[in-house]
């Protein structure tokens, strides 16, 4: 039981608390008393003095007056009979000192005390006046000593202090008495019933029991502390019940972790392991026994180790994330597991380990990775549908531009280019048969551009073999026009119609696909339907056209090119300002051939003078069956004149050596020739042309087998006729 | 020209005011050195306020505010003929009137006797204003021959406290003489008259004029022969400027000696003192 102190005694605390106070107050008002007791005696003082000074007013006036030091000197004497008066002195008006006398008594000493509160002495002048004049004569001057009045009365002041101190030692006395009573007693009590907790049963503590009825503060707080231990019994019972439903649910829980088919692995904040169920253990191929106390990292491999390490520390961290780890079992094989994780805080709210629910994801993974295999072939299939048809769309197009082009040039532009996209990994080119049989190459896309400009048909085995000829780099005949340069699996196609060699189609994938690709084989398949569809429609519409305006006899431009063609020479003519000359030629007695040797001579007498024409005429001229046996040639910056010798040295030539057997049967076959000029003769085609009717008949009529040239004049008469 | 001439004289006269007021009596006396000729010595003085013994009849007695007597008949004959004002003032008792010198608050003391001590702060005219004897009184009934000092041997003789009548005679008197105080002239007179002495020193005029007023006058009689010839004198305070008046006082003083004005002037004085006294004028 711990002793209080006497000093610290609630009882004895108050009381000199109070005492103090009183004490405190005392001396304040003790102090202002003093105060105005002292002013008082002061005033006193001055008044006493005052009668003294009034006493020796007249002695002292006439001492002065009459400079009367002996005088002086009985009034200074009267002045030191009275006690307070330690020195006088009498001055006349000159300032002269006519007596001065100091008392022979102990000063207080300077260093007194209250002298720094009261001036240890005080001086009185009392001004000496004479006669009704008032003449001023001196002064008589006086000094009280201060000491013994302070002195009494500061031993007034010690008594009166004396008596405040009992007056409060008795009231210490009395309130602690008092106090002891009515505070002490009861909170002892009170204190000792909470430290010696409740009675004994059938044995209350009367005296804190007590305390309960009181009417006070003190009562207060005795049932206060009853209704607390009340409270607190209750409280700890409850507790005691909450404790074992506890310990009852953390063994429920220990038997579901126990049990559970999942894994369950607890591991410290160094990754030892805290706990671990049975499930887990049989997972990593030991028992739950070995594993307590022995590191996470021990399963795993040196790579899991690093991984782990760095998701322990953002475990410790504080979150809680799910992911797949890949463990090593007790026996080295391979354990890929699902963990479920969440920190585990110690008491101290840090971070002191993991938590983690953990599940056999080894077999779920092997399913994973068969599904994922056959979704990338799925995606492969797909993948090349779409390119199929991509190829379709292009090739659609390329089809329908081969339709749409005019010339071969053009055609060999469009499946350049196409190639050019079909085939934009790679590298090829088309080269076609020539008219000597040699290959030509008409376009390649790709690098590199590796095409020759010409080979021999003998040069390439897939013409030779009459099919595809594939060459991979390690693999296959080469062709002899093979650049030797790494260019990648090449595949020549040979495109054939009607059995005849249209061209071949060259096409190397860079080294990028494998040496069998189907699809690639289907592309360059229809890429080259496609293209001898193209040419041999392009050149059967060119042959259609080419029979529309040729004779077909003899293989001119018929009367309809002629027509089309000579406005075109006559224009250019006069823009050049060069001459154009037109011939009109009439094979001579042409209907006396077909009437003696038949129709057959009279063609063949036709074909010789086509013949003879086309031999004879420049590259730019030309030649045409204008209608039966009438011959028209245009002679392109050619004058009449010149037109003339060349067709008067034709007709002396008389080429027989063209059908030698044609002029064994009938002889020499003779021509007659009409000429006029543009633009000397006319300027428009028809005018031309009836100038030259007009020279060719006026030829006739000089009995043929000449040439007649269109007068200019002439021909002027007759436009100016017109 | 003029105009600068006039501004020369001006400041000179005015720095010489300003020195002045510095330290007006030593200037005073060097101004009287240069100026010497052109101006009275005492031009600083421009009135002297005097005073004496209010009570010293014949030569001097108070009246009212005012002294009056044969000292200042003569002083202020004299002091007229130099052509300065005067005031013959009353300031009191006789020491008072000596301290009154002392300090400078009067310029001058007339008619007393030059002693050392008073020489320190007077400055005393060389020639006496008046003859002061000492004379022996003694009652008519009771004649006495008094040739020289011994003939006082063996006779009871009075004084005045305080009063002395040269050094000679005080000294033969301390060895041979036997002299009563008294504490004023008129109980000497009262017990010479009662025959309890037989003679009494005193002055000649101050103890004829005591006489006249005590209305013994008839009994008692002054002796012939003086016990000494001594004089008075005027002494101006060192701590006035008129203090540079003493010398043509002096001469004054002297000039009225020898025309008889001083002792004609105490004959004047004592007839005024009687008067006085008869009217019962005296305060």
Redesign the interface.
């Known amino acids: 039981m711990r002793r209080v102190p006497l000093a610290g005694r609630l009882a004895v605390r108050q009381a000199l608390s109070s005492a103090l106070l009183a004490l405190a107050l005392g001396i304040g008002f003790s102090a202002l008393q003093v105060t105005r007791d002292f002013t008082e005696t002061t005033a006193a003082e001055q008044r006493e003095i005052a009668q003294v000074l009034a006493v020796l007013r007249e002695p002292a006036v006439q001492a002065a007056y009459q400079l009367s030091e002996p005088a002086a000197e009985v009034v200074v004497q009267g002045a030191l009979s009275f006690t307070q008066v330690i020195e006088a002195r009498l001055r006349n008006d000159f300032g002269e000192t006519l007596a001065h006398r100091r008392k022979d008594v102990a000063a207080p000493p300077a260093d007194v005390w209250w002298a720094r509160f009261v001036e240890p002495t005080n001086a009185y002048t009392l001004p000496l006046e004479y006669g009704a004049a008032k003449k001023r004569v001196g002064e008589l001057r006086v000094i009280t000593s201060q000491g013994p009045r302070v002195e009494h009365f500061l031993q007034g002041v010690w008594r009166e202090l004396g008596l405040s101190i009992l007056r409060s030692l008795i009231i210490v006395l009395a309130l602690s008495v008092l106090f002891y009573g009515t505070l002490t007693r009861p909170l002892t009590a009170i204190a000792r019933r909470i430290r010696s907790g409740p009675a004994t049963p059938g044995e209350p503590d009367d005296a804190a029991r007590a305390q309960t009825d009181r009417q006070d503060e003190i009562g207060e707080i005795a049932s206060a502390f009853e209704r607390y231990e009340r409270e607190a019994r209750e409280r700890t019972l409850s507790l005691e019940a909450s404790a074992a439903a506890l310990a009852a649910s953390e063994a429920r829980y220990r038997r579901v972790v126990e049990t559970a088919l999942e894994g369950v692995w607890q591991i410290d904040a160094q990754g030892r392991t805290t706990l671990a169920n049975e499930a887990m253990a049989q997972m990593l191929g030991t028992t739950a026994a070995e594993m307590v106390g022995r590191p996470l990292f021990d399963f795993m491999d040196d790579e899991g180790r690093q991984a782990a390490a760095q998701l322990l520390r953002r475990r410790l961290g504080g979150s809680s994330e799910r992911h797949e780890f890949r463990f090593v079992r007790a026996d080295g094989s391979e354990l890929w597991a699902e963990l479920s994780t969440c920190p585990i805080t110690g008491p101290d709210g840090q971070i002191a380990g993991a938590l983690a629910m953990v599940t056999d994801a080894t077999e779920r993974r092997r399913r994973n990775e068969e599904l994922r295999a056959g979704n990338a072939q799925l995606r492969a299939m797909v993948g090349n549908l779409e390119r199929h048809s991509h190829d379709m769309a292009q090739i659609a197009e390329l089809n329908e531009l081969l339709q749409s082009a005019r010339s071969e040039p053009e055609a060999f532009d469009v499946i350049r280019s196409a190639g050019q996209r079909l085939f934009a990994e790679g590298s090829g080119g088309l080269s076609i048969t020539g008219h000597d049989g040699e290959m030509v190459r008409v376009g390649q896309w790709g690098t590199p551009a590796w095409v020759p400009p010409h080979f021999s048909r003998g040069d390439c085995w897939a013409i030779r073999r009459g099919g595809p000829h594939v060459q991979a780099p390690e693999r296959g005949v080469k062709c002899m026009h093979h650049p030797g340069d790494p260019i990648g699996n090449l595949v020549c196609t040979p495109l054939y119609v009607d059995g005849a060699l249209l061209g071949v189609l060259h096409t190397a994938d860079g080294g990028s696909g494998a040496p069998r690709d189907e699809t690639l084989r289907q592309r360059i398949e229809i890429f080259g339907e496609v293209i001898k569809l193209g040419l041999s429609n392009l050149r059967l519409r060119e042959s259609l056209r080419e029979q529309a305006l040729r004779d077909a006899l003899t293989g001119l431009p018929n009367r309809r090119l002629f027509d089309e063609t000579l406005p075109r020479e006559l224009a250019r003519s006069s823009r050049s300002g060069h001459a154009l000359t037109l011939a009109s030629i009439d094979v001579d007695k042409f209907k006396q051939f077909n009437d003696t040797h038949g129709h057959d001579v009279g063609d063949r007498v036709l074909r010789w003078m086509a013949n003879t024409l086309t031999h004879s005429i420049r590259s730019g001229d030309m030649a045409c069956r204008y209608g039966g046996d009438e011959f028209l040639c245009l002679l392109v910056d050619m004058s009449a004149e010149e037109a003339r010798e060349r067709f008067e040295r034709l007709m002396v030539e008389a080429r027989s050596d063209l059908d030698p057997e044609l002029g064994a049967r009938v002889g020499r076959v003779g021509f007659t020739v009409g000429l006029a000029s543009a633009p000397d003769c006319a300027t428009d085609a028809a005018a031309l042309l009836r100038a030259a009717d007009a020279a060719l008949y006026a030829a006739k009529a000089r009995g043929g087998r000449c040439v007649e040239v269109a007068a200019p004049q002439a021909v002027v008469e007759i436009a100016v006729g017109h | 020209m003029y105009g600068g001439w006039a501004d020369l004289v001006g400041g000179a006269s005015q720095a010489m005011e300003v020195a002045m007021s510095v330290n007006r009596r030593s200037l005073g006396v060097g101004f009287l050195a240069l100026a010497m000729g052109t101006a009275p010595a005492w031009a600083q003085c421009t009135r002297v306020v005097f005073s004496a013994n209010p009570d010293y009849p014949p030569y001097h007695w108070a009246e009212g505010d005012r002294i009056v007597g044969a000292s200042v008949a003569l002083t202020g004959r004299i002091l007229d003929e130099l052509g300065v004002a005067w005031q013959a003032r009353f300031v009191?008792?006789w020491?008072?009137v000596l301290?009154s010198a002392?300090?400078g608050e009067i310029d001058l003391v007339v008619s007393l006797k030059p002693t050392p001590e008073r020489e320190a702060y007077l400055e005393f005219t060389r020639n006496p204003a008046f003859p002061n004897p000492m004379a022996v009184f003694v009652a008519r009934a009771r004649p006495l021959r008094f040739d020289a000092p011994e003939d006082l041997v063996g006779r009871r003789g009075g004084r005045t406290v305080g009063d002395r009548f040269g050094d000679v005679f005080d000294r033969y008197a301390e060895k041979h003489l036997t002299l009563e105080d008294a504490e004023s002239l008129d109980v000497n007179y009262q017990k010479l008259a009662a025959g309890r002495v037989d003679y009494v020193v005193t002055g000649l005029y101050t103890g004829r004029a005591h006489l006249v007023r005590s209305g013994l006058a008839d009994r008692i009689v002054a002796l012939p022969r003086p016990v000494n010839e001594g004089t008075i004198h005027h002494g101006f305070s060192r701590r006035s400027p008129c203090s540079a008046l003493v010398a043509a006082v002096d001469a004054k003083l002297a000039a009225a000696h020898r025309s008889g004005l001083a002792a004609r002037l105490l004959e004047e004085a004592l007839q005024q003192w009687q008067r006085s006294a008869a009217k019962g004028a005296r305060p």
């Open positions: 009191g008792p020491p008072r301290k002392e300090f």
